[in-house]
């Protein structure tokens, strides 16, 4: 993604060409410039006429030579940096890492519009571009879509277009919008991405002299003089941006600029949110979501699923067909014996959508297509984490913690029983939330969590209408389950199952392991990490996606069935369900932390990223959500 901002600064240039022979920091030897200060302990401590008041430190000694460190030369399994990754570097170098060195990617309008506007170079017959000592000074031609690389350089570029005479070559970038009026043309960003393909061109034994831009939507060129400030820039952006993630580092996030606004990394990196844990930066709005799409949710026994044009076909025995457009689909939700077929599994992973498979139970049993970033590193930091046990039980204690405060929130805000039978509760909830953060043993931690549980589901009948409190079918007093053996609790268990969904595909789009947990422990088949990150969120998304069904009438109980010594719920009644549980997911709060309105939907997805940061390093704790 590139976004020219009219605030991105030129820095000057301190570098030169990256060569063993004639780099110090290759050659091992520094210039006569850059030699090391004689200044001495003593120096550094004396006082007298020549000294600063404060420190005391010669003021013509201060200044020290800086060495440039370059990048080494590119190993045989290293990548070749992009000409598009430099753009971005010098544009934002988080941008740069996290798409290139962490695999992190998502489109919005201006990418598409980009990929239309580099479209129109791909049609039609192109002529090849003669070798370098076969290019006359008489020959003109223009071709495009060339593929250069240099060992030498770690670089590589796709030219849009390359336009011959008079014995040299030009380089010409295609870019989207207008171009910016600047003094130089153009925005340092786009200069060094055509200077990057002049590089390479030289590489290959072209006579090259200026590159061009083409601006599609003002349909203007703009000349880059490839200067050598430009050229010395270009060289330690790419060295930077290769030492950088050689080293395994992310960089901080912008500070509050422009440039995030319409980045399509937004909803990824998280600016805002990063920076008020690091200077108490008010976040501006929330971020968007990747996608306004919705979870398509298809549960009847042996339905097909197939592809046509742009669409999913729903095919059901005994049922028209049905036709969902694939823009409109972010999950796809399949319970029990439903098959999908081959050319839909191949469109679903090309557009990135998952593809969570349940049993009829609507138990939840994984997902397929969730690609998340193309690296390891989210999953290394959680897994470095999860090897750390004091780590391990400060976060169990925080999210012991929030689970008891939201359920002691959930019975504040709905209660409906006896008003003398809510203090003693509500104040022992308190009690238990305030300890949770004190015990030193997970076995502790247990029985605080279980003695908070118990409260909750003795009171949980009080949030009740009057109505549904007098129905036999939905007496309510502890909670069970496998199976479940009344209504509410089978409701209980449909809803966990879903959050638990919701939660284990926002973990994987994150780039974590939703089946290594810290909590709970791992067991096959037990997405221990999900589990985790839903239980602060069981009351106030399932609990309260189930009183909602409940209380507005949406269940009755005809609605369950008894068999084996359980209860479930009818397809008819999972499906309405399903229906309040994703009202809730679209419902907007205020979030506690950041301050701005967002959907719980979006929420979740938010949190899942910020889990990812926490365990990677860069935020001091995972903000938990805790509404009033």
Not at 104 to 129: F, V, Y
Not at 277 to 287: D, E
Not at 311 to 318: F, H, R, S
Not at 524 to 549: C, H, T
Request: with cysteine; glycine share 6%; proline share 9%.
């Amino acid at each position: 993604m590139s976004c020219p901002d009219p605030e991105v600064p030129e820095k000057p240039a301190e570098v030169v060409q990256p060569d063993a022979s004639s780099d110090p920091a290759l050659s091992g030897t520094a210039p006569s410039d850059m030699a090391p200060s004689d200044t001495t302990l003593a120096d550094a401590t004396a006082t007298g006429s020549g000294a600063d008041e404060v420190g005391r430190q010669p003021r013509e000694r201060l200044r020290q030579g800086e060495l440039p460190l370059f990048a080494p030369a590119i190993a045989d399994d290293e990548m070749l940096v992009p000409a598009r990754m430099v753009n971005e570097w010098v544009y934002c170098p988080r941008l740069a890492v996290l798409e290139w060195g962490r695999g992190e990617w998502a489109g919005n309008a201006d990418t598409a519009a980009g990929r239309r506007a580099h479209k129109a170079t791909d049609t039609g017959p192109a002529p090849a571009l003669p070798a370098a000592e076969a290019l006359g000074d008489a020959d003109t031609l223009k071709t495009r879509r060339l593929l250069l690389s240099s060992e030498r350089l770690g670089l590589t570029a796709e030219l849009d277009v390359i336009e011959a005479g008079d014995g040299r070559v030009v380089p010409v970038d295609i870019k989207t919008g207008k171009r910016p009026h600047v003094a130089e043309g153009a925005h340092l960003p786009e200069r060094v991405q055509v200077c990057v393909q002049a590089l390479l061109l030289r590489e290959a034994g072209y006579s090259v002299e200026e590159g061009a831009l083409w601006f599609a939507d003002s349909r203007e060129r703009v000349k880059v003089e490839l200067s050598d400030d430009l050229v010395a820039t270009t060289l330690r952006a790419a060295s930077e941006l290769r030492l950088t993630v050689a080293a395994g580092r992310l960089p901080p996030p912008l500070d509050y600029s422009s440039k995030c606004v319409r980045c399509s990394l937004l909803p990824i990196c998280l600016p805002d949110e990063l920076n008020w844990f690091r200077q108490g930066t008010i976040p501006r709005t929330p971020p968007p979501a990747a996608t306004p799409a919705l979870p398509l949710y298809v549960q009847k026994p042996g339905a097909r699923i197939g592809k046509k044009d742009f669409t999913l076909v729903i095919q059901a025995e005994g049922e028209d067909d049905r036709t969902v457009a694939l823009d409109e689909i972010s999950e796809l939700v399949l319970a029990g014996p439903v098959s999908l077929s081959t050319p839909a599994v191949h469109e679903l992973l090309r557009r990135d959508v998952p593809v969570a498979w349940m049993s009829s139970g609507f138990w939840y049993l994984g997902s397929t297509g969730v690609q998340g970033p193309r690296s390891s590193a989210a999953r290394a930091a959680q897994y470095a984490f999860c090897a750390d046990p004091a780590r391990r039980l400060d976060f169990a204690r925080e999210l012991v913690a929030a689970k008891i405060r939201n359920s002691r929130t959930m019975l504040r805000r709905n209660w409906r029983g006896p008003e003398p039978e809510r203090g003693p509760v509500l104040d022992r909830l308190a009690l238990l939330a305030d300890r949770a953060p004190r015990i030193d043993n997970p076995q502790g931690l247990l029985g605080i969590e279980g003695e908070a549980a118990a409260l909750y589901f003795r009171a949980l009948p009080h949030l009740f209408t009057e109505a549904v409190a007098a129905l036999p079918a939905f007496a309510f007093d502890r909670r069970n389950r496998r199976p479940p053996a009344d209504p509410v609790n089978a409701c209980l268990s449909l809803a966990y199952a879903l959050l638990t969904r919701t939660f284990a595909s926002a973990l994987s789009i994150a780039g974590l392991d939703p089946w290594k947990g810290v909590y709970h422990v791992e067991r096959p088949g037990r997405p221990a990490l999900a589990l985790d990150l839903i239980e602060p969120f069981r009351p106030l998304l399932a609990d309260s996606a189930v009183l909602m069904a409940l209380n507005n009438g949406e269940l009755a109980p005809a609605d369950f069935v008894f068999a084996a010594g359980g209860c479930n719920l009818k397809p008819k009644s999972r499906r309405a369900l399903i229906e309040a549980y994703e009202r809730r997911l679209d419902q907007e709060t205020t979030h506690p932390v950041f301050g701005y309105q967002v959907s719980m939907r979006r929420l979740i997805q938010v949190q899942a990223r910020l889990f990812a940061r926490f365990v990677g390093g860069e935020l001091p704790k995972y903000p938990h959500y805790l509404p009033r």
